[in-house]
Structure formats: C-alpha cells, structure tokens
C-alpha cells in the first residue's frame, strides 16, 4: 500500500467489520507493520473490549516471560531466519539440482562431442526448488504462512533467493570447469526464475516452473541433441539479449506482488 489507509477503513479493521474484502485488510495489515502513525490510529480505534482484552494478553505474556528463562537472541534471529528465508523440503531438491549439474559436468568431459551439457541445463536448475519454495505440500507450516501479512510475494522472493544463494555458486563453478562462458550460464537462469515469478503471478509457481521447463526441453535441449549443435540462444552473441531479458522480467515480476495476495490459488 502506497497511499495511508483512511480513518474510517481503520476503524471498520479495528472492529472486525467483515464486509471489508480480503485485499483491503491484507493491504491494511501490510501497511501497519512499518507505519508508526496509523498504528496509532488503530490503537485509538480500538473499542474498549479489544482495549481490556489486549491489556490482559500483555499482563499474561509479561507475568510468563518474568516466570521464564531468559530469552536468547541466537534462536531467535535463526527462528527468524527460518521462517522467512528457509523451508528444509528445499534441501533435497537444491541436493538433486547441484548434483545433476555434476552430473552434466562429467558427462560433458566423456562426451565433449556432444553439445554443452551445463549450458543447455542451467537455464532451468532453479526452476524445481523455486517451485517448491512455495508449495503447500512441501510446507509443514504452510497455513501459519498464509496467514502472516508479509506472505505473499516478499515470501517468494526470500526463498527464491535461498535457492539462488546455493545454485549461482554451483553453476559458476561447473560452468567455470568446464569452460562455458558465466554469463551464458547464469544469465538464463535468473531470467528463467524472474520469468516463473511473473508467470506464477497468473497461472501458479508450480505450472509456471513446469510449462517454462518443458518448453525449455522441448524447444531448445532436444533439438540440440539431434542437432549436435547448440542453438543460437546460446551463443555468446546473445548474452546482451538475455541481459535485457532479465531485467525486462525481473522488473514486470516486482509488478506482480497483486497476484500473490491469495496464497491459496498460487499453490
């Protein structure tokens, strides 16, 4: 929300009024995390039940954590990170992606006939895990998510740069041995995970990472295997185009944070 909600949309929030629809309290709520003056507002646009109702949590919170251990800011900072950065179903599929990329690596060495096997994979080695960074099925915690204000694109981001932060290093380095050019190997790769963003805002990160990879295979690999020969996306003539590409897509993916309000239909 760019714009402060008015005095009358905080009180309706205030009360509860349920006639508010789901983008306007989810932008509300969004808003009031880092503005001071309308949680002010909302404070004083609380009705008196809320007002003893919260005086009575916070005297109960206080009296269990006087009673409690003191609190330690190690975990804290690493339930944190956690929440907004990590899910562990992540990991087998960053292990899978890193080991089929060594895969390729070494078959390229016994193949070196063949074309490129790191450049033909690495534009969609991050399209699985991104795809699983925002799946109900891989996500105990899912429902708790959904539910937080800042769960919708800023969420996504977070945990795709997870997966980035483990795969850049891996591409660079197989695409480093085996002498591929780095912005052929990485450059296609975060235009493809920009892409599965921007598409994901619409159709869902799932199909969008599936229909992207398919495509991929379908349009580009197997013609190259046919071929023997790597196509002209590829050649180092084109890294200015796939330059512009992803920042073309990676800017229309910030757009898109609308699209990912209802986590429900984004699965």
Not at 139 to 154: K, N, Q, R, V
Not at 170 to 181: D, E, I, M, N, T
């Amino acid at each position: 929300m760019t714009t402060h909600p008015s005095l009358a949309v905080i009180t309706r929030y205030a009360e509860g009024d349920e006639r508010l629809d789901d983008a306007t309290v989810w932008s509300v709520e969004v808003h009031l995390e880092t503005c001071v003056g309308c949680r002010a507002q909302l404070a004083g646009a609380a009705t008196d039940d809320t007002r003893l109702l919260l005086e009575r949590v916070a005297a109960e919170l206080d009296g269990g954590i006087t009673a409690g251990p003191a609190p330690v800011r190690v975990h804290r900072v690493w339930n944190a990170l956690q929440r907004r950065w990590l899910v562990w179903a992540l990991l087998p599929w960053l292990f899978m992606t890193v080991a089929v990329l060594g895969c390729a690596y070494l078959l390229e060495l016994a193949r070196p006939d063949l074309p490129s096997l790191v450049l033909l994979l690495a534009p969609v080695a991050p399209l699985p895990a991104v795809a699983v960074a925002w799946s109900r099925r891989a996500d105990p915690a899912w429902e708790l998510i959904a539910g937080a204000p800042a769960a919708g694109l800023t969420m996504l981001l977070r945990r795709t740069a997870t997966v980035l932060a483990v795969l850049v290093p891996a591409l660079a380095l197989v695409g480093a041995r085996s002498g591929a050019s780095l912005a052929l190997v990485l450059l296609p790769s975060l235009s493809f995970t920009a892409a599965t963003i921007a598409l994901g805002a619409v159709v869902g990160v799932q199909r969008a990472a599936i229909g992207l990879g398919v495509a991929w295979v379908a349009a580009v690999v197997l013609p190259s295997f046919f071929t023997t020969r790597l196509p002209v996306v590829l050649h180092s003539e084109s890294v200015p185009v796939w330059a512009l590409v992803t920042v073309a897509l990676a800017a229309f993916a910030a757009t898109r944070s609308a699209g990912y309000r209802r986590l429900s239909s984004r699965d």
